[in-house]
């Protein structure tokens, strides 16, 4: 049975090993057709990637400059949004992604955030969800660690520094533990997608007897707030609402 299992360890890690000489493989052609001036074969390449089940933000930020080389403003707007669900705070994804925001028509204005709200939505988008995820389990690690230091020392002096850590520890895990909760129920409710549609107007009410309000282009990064029918009602970064008809909007949340 021993001899089964350890036969049965070396084949699973033979196969993870092969899969990640093949992504690699594919990653590297993917690359070099970029780096030749062929992006629309390093796309079908990048592509390929993704339907294969692997994401990353090196992923997404390589295919949405392929896409910004062809002129695809909402396919690259869309891949740069992605990458920096991964990667927030990474200089060279944020550069390109306003870059190609600038390709779109709509120059949208951020609403005004109090001093307050940038500072948590700062610390909230720290680390992605999955970094939090990992941040808070080597706290646990840490503070079982420390712990079992604090209980086992004899020492006063040792012994108050351990508890200090400790307490610290719990304190910052507390603190992880609520920020990823937070990062995850806003996530879960609040959805985001990006326009497709060439041109689109907005209206004030699901219906066309009602008030004209504006028109949106192609590459606007939209929150989806309710749907009725063809009728979708969004929300623009400058706080606008309205709902649109027939809307080409794909979701931030879809995989690919």
Not at 243 to 254: A, E
């Amino acid at each position: 049975m021993r001899k089964i299992l350890m036969l049965l360890s070396v084949l699973f890690l033979c196969c993870l090993m092969a899969y990640g000489q093949e992504k690699d493989t594919a990653f590297e052609n993917a690359n070099s057709a970029y780096n030749a001036g062929q992006f629309e074969k390093a796309v079908i390449l990048y592509k390929e990637i993704l339907e294969g089940g692997y994401h990353s933000a090196e992923l997404y930020f390589n295919l949405a400059n392929s896409f910004y080389r062809l002129n695809q403003v909402g396919e690259s707007i869309f891949y740069f949004e992605k990458a920096k669900q991964l990667r927030p705070n990474d200089e060279d994804i944020n550069l390109n992604s306003t870059f190609a925001q600038n390709m779109a028509i709509d120059a949208v204005e951020v609403l005004p955030k109090s001093q307050v709200t940038q500072l948590q939505e700062s610390t909230i988008e720290l680390l992605p969800q999955d970094g939090w995820a990992y941040f808070i389990i080597l706290l646990t690690w840490l503070l079982v660690l420390f712990w079992g230091l604090y209980l086992w020392n004899k020492v006063p002096l040792i012994k108050r520094t351990f508890f200090l850590i400790t307490l610290f520890l719990g304190m910052l895990l507390i603190g992880s533990l609520s920020i990823a909760v937070i990062k995850f129920a806003d996530n879960a409710e609040t959805t985001y997608g990006i326009l497709f549609n060439e041109k689109i107007e907005v209206w004030t009410e699901p219906n066309s007897r009602a008030e004209f309000l504006f028109s949106l282009h192609e590459g606007t990064k939209v929150q989806m707030l309710d749907q009725l029918q063809e009728w979708q009602k969004i929300r623009i970064a400058n706080g606008s609402e309205g709902w649109i008809k027939n809307s080409k909007v794909r979701s931030l949340k879809d995989f690919k």
